[in-house]
């Protein structure tokens, strides 16, 4: 059980001044200031000697014996990190006294080196068989795939063999013998009735992908096959078993032809669920290529695209062209993919990115051409870029009207155009006077986090190019983590290596240069030709995360949790609610959570803070001042003793309780006939965490997800209770419509906020009958509560009305509400076009800046759109006194009569969503309030393809 503040009080020194409703917490000494760090740069980036986990001159460790067996010389120039922070890396030793002179093994930040492989070793499938150099071909100059299970696969000649059977395809691990899974020489298995499947061909430049099983998957050529050249291609997996199976041959029928055959294979990659993902050619160009899945069962492979496939709205049509991109597939079996569409009005064929998810639904992610949110327009740059991760997020590069390039994200759930700019060309790089030059290799995490490699320079002079490598996280956004130029150990530093993209299959869970816990590897030489394995930890930002909760959460005996509470949505006024603060660490190497200090600020006017709480492991040094006068908690801080808290799982710093006291008030607003939401103010100001480990950190807040306060409709006269004078004043409205009534109350006592005053209304009023702020009484409030007082439109420009006269007429109401009724009804279900067909509109004139609101089945339109006067268009479907200036927003043409008043389509249009059931958004038609000289449109339908197949040539874009 957490010490609960008021109980604390008696054994600590508490005073209370409630005249000044100032209330002081203070326990034991104050805590010690706790370092907030600005920047943890050495260098002009994050790198520190000290984040080092190999270098040249560095012991290597003898397989057999455990012992060292030479020095590491060099590396290769891309290690990459699983998920249990190990690093594989390919190295060539010297000194090893039984010519041992290379091998594959890995590294951790704890500076322990072990072995997966080393030249020489034997191999137990070969009598007398050693491997010839621990790795070999073209897999050394690309990431190499390492699982999470510490396993590597890898592909090595070697000795006690006939040179037509010695290279081999190889399971590594430390501490266990290299498995030999495919020997070049060796019968292809399925071979039935006295043929012959083939032999595998030499082997030394395949490239294997493994899964967290063990399982792999590669396309390789056979010899000796029954039909020669025609069915010699051909990829393979292994089973649960680790047997090989065979996925799909040259000459197997491509699905959906009865004649045609596959000639060849490529960008295979697969996930742990064994499923085999691949791009499927042909050489006949009257059939498809197109990308497939197997489930390495046997069972028939699954289309995931095929040219010639019709998608989209406009008849367009998947063109491969021989271009399509690698074919990446995650734990979910989506599907990522680039390819060529031929656009279906006018032939034009332009470049896409397209994820296929695991159900088979086709979501193109960017276009050649697109509007994007920031008002840039999307080029596409190139073919073999794209980056999956398992959430369903895609990296890829694309460009800009001045040809720069920008390294892009779309998020799972994310659409069309809706991409997340993490770097572009020319951007200023952080905390330095040089920019971007050139964006190179990059990748991401499956928490949405990007490493990249960019040059970099001062825009003027060659002489000032770097080579950097960065980290992009959302909250914390672009940090530096090294560059070349920098010194280091009296040498300066002249390349960075980084395993990103390539021309390869590159799939997160397949090893990379960054895994989920933000730490990144890489390789550097220095100008004295020493090099050096790393390992940062980019993401060592230190979370505090605020959650509105009506009960206190249940944690274990440290105080921690999973996952953090779900955040109540909204409070009533009279509601005692709790605030907690719960705080994390990402720094996997330090001890845990071990102190915590900031002032929280909050809104005075609706609700006061009565009492603090701390977690259960806070005991040390706790400390918080209330000032409700000021809406201020001082100095809330406390340390812990314990370690290894907030690591893995969220821990409950404290918690604050929220009551609702004599003075506290959240009116109801007559004038804007409104109960909210009203806005708690909570604020953390000057965060600070340490860590036991006492490494400063990067403090990042993760706001609470939108907790509001609302005032209370039953109590109609403010006077914080439902007694005779609340009911007096509902009779007195009783049978009226507040859309018809004088009464400024009318609104409010519209309980289920039908139009109209009634039995139910007055029966919701009796219910909540004699309660009170002051008992604390809970009230049975109706199920729309507070949806349903939320449905209005509001204006926001800052411009002055001219407070226009020339009001709207009901016929023009009436004829625009059946303009949007038409556009509607056809998008709609039976149930909901009888429902748009009762909708009325009314005009009133509205308080304040409200331009519309929703009741019942009518839609009530102020009459001079809150003094800016109306746009009535007369034909509002081709938005023709409009340019284009977002997705979902237009701005009206210079001089043209939309120019400065309130569009009724978008009013109207909007408070007919809400009939229909929409909720405010942040973005389009649903938005809170519209600006003069503004239009919405909606995603709900198709309008907004109806506008972007309008544009002509000389169609106006405007751009800000």
Known sequence: MLPFLNRFLKSNSFTRNTRSKRKLYQAGN????????????????????????????????????????????????????????????????????????????????????????????????????????????????IPLPFNDSGQAVFVDRFNGANYWENTGIFLGSNGSEPLLLVQEGSDAPGATNGSTNGKFDDLENTYVTVNNSGRIA??????????????????????????????VREGQLIPGSATNGFTDFYSTSINNAGQVAFWGHTLNSSVPDGIYVSNGDGSPLRVVMQEGEAFGSFGEKLRSNGLISSSLINEAGDIAFRSHVDEGD????????????????????????????????????????????????????????????????????????????????????????LQIYNIQK?????????????????????????????????????????????????????????????????????????NNKGEVTFSFKLDNDLQFIAIVDADLSEEISLRVVST?????????????????????????????????????????????????????????????????????????????????????????????????DRLLFARIQFDSLPDDQVSLDLEAQSI?????????????????????????????????????????NDDDKIDYRDLIQQISMYNTRPSESNSEYAWFADYDQNDRIDYRDLVALVKNYGKSKNNQSVINYPNNYPDAWNHRLLVTSTQQSQQSEDYLSQTAAEHMLETAKNHLTPHLDASEQSKLVQVQVQIKDLAGDTLGLASANTVIIDQSAAGYGWFVDKTPLDHSDYAFDSRLTLIALSGSEAEGKIDLYTVIYHELGHLLGYEHDETGMMEATLDPGVRKLTDWVDETDHFFASLKDETELLSF
């Open 30 to 141: 104050s805590i010690s200031q706790v370092q907030l760090l600005e920047e943890r740069r050495l260098l002009a980036g994050m790198l520190t000697s000290d984040d080092v986990i190999v270098r040249s001159g560095d012991n290597a460790p003898n397989l057999d014996t455990g012992n060292n067996d030479g020095n590491f010389s060099n590396f290769s120039e891309e290690p990459i990190i699983n998920e249990s922070g190990l690093v594989l890396f390919q190295a060539n030793v010297t000194g090893s006294l039984t010519s041992s002179n290379s091998g594959l093994f890995q590294g951790s930040s704890a500076g322990t080196i072990l072995n997966i492989t080393r030249q020489k070793q034997p191999v137990p499938a070969i009598q007398e068989g050693t491997l010839y150099d621990g790795i070999s071909g073209s897999a050394s100059l």
């Open 676 to 716: 909210g939401p009203f806005d708690l103010g909570f604020e953390l100001i000057s965060p600070q965490i340490n860590v036991v480990a006492d490494v400063p950190e990067i403090t990042t807040v993760n706001p609470n997800i939108g907790a509001s306060i609302w005032a209370n409709p039953f109590d109609l």
């Open 218 to 247: 590669f396309r390789t050529d056979l010899y000796d096959t029954d039909n020669g050249n025609a069915d010699n291609r051909v990829i393979f997996s292994t089973d649960a078993n680790g047997n090989l199976i065979e996925i």
């Open 346 to 433: 006018n032939g034009t064929i332009v470049r896409s990115v397209f994820v296929v998810a695991g159900n088979g639904t086709l979501k193109e992610l960017a276009r050649n051409g697109d509007i994007l949110p920031d008002n840039e327009i999307y080029y596409d740059s190139g073919l073999e870029d794209l980056v999956l991760n398992n959430r369903g997020d895609v990296v890829f590069t694309g460009k800009d009207v001045l040809n720069n390039k920008v390294l892009f994200r779309s998020d799972d759930g994310s659409g069309r155009s809706d991409l997340k700019t993490i770097v572009k060309e020319g951007q200023a790089v952080p905390d330095s006077d």
């Open 552 to 648: 206190p959460t249940v944690t274990d005996g440290n105080g921690e949790n999973v996952s953090l509470p779900q955040n109540q949505d909204w409070i009533n006024e009279w509601d005692s609610f709790w605030v907690e603060i719960w705080v994390s660490t990402a720094n996997s190497s330090s001890q845990g959570i071990a102190a915590v200090n900031f002032d929280f600020s909050y809104n005075t006017q609706y609700t006061s803070a009565t009492a603090i709480e701390f977690g259960s492991s806070f005991t040390q040094n706790q400390s918080g001042i209330i000032d409700d006068e000021t809406g201020l908690i001082e100095t809330l801080s406390a340390e812990t003793t314990e370690t290894d808290l907030g690591v893995n």
């Open 442 to 514: 990059y990748t991401l995490n499956d928490a949405g986090q990007v490493a990249f490699t960019a040059s970099i320079w001062d825009g003027n002079d060659s002489s000032t190019l770097r080579d950097a490598l960065f980290f992009y996280d959302d909250v914390t956004g672009l940090k530096e983590i090294v560059r070349t130029g920098d010194a280091f150990e009296g040498a300066t530093i002249s390349q960075i290596y980084f395993a990103g993209n390539n021309e390869h299959i590159f799939l997160e869970n397949n090893g990379d240069g960054i």
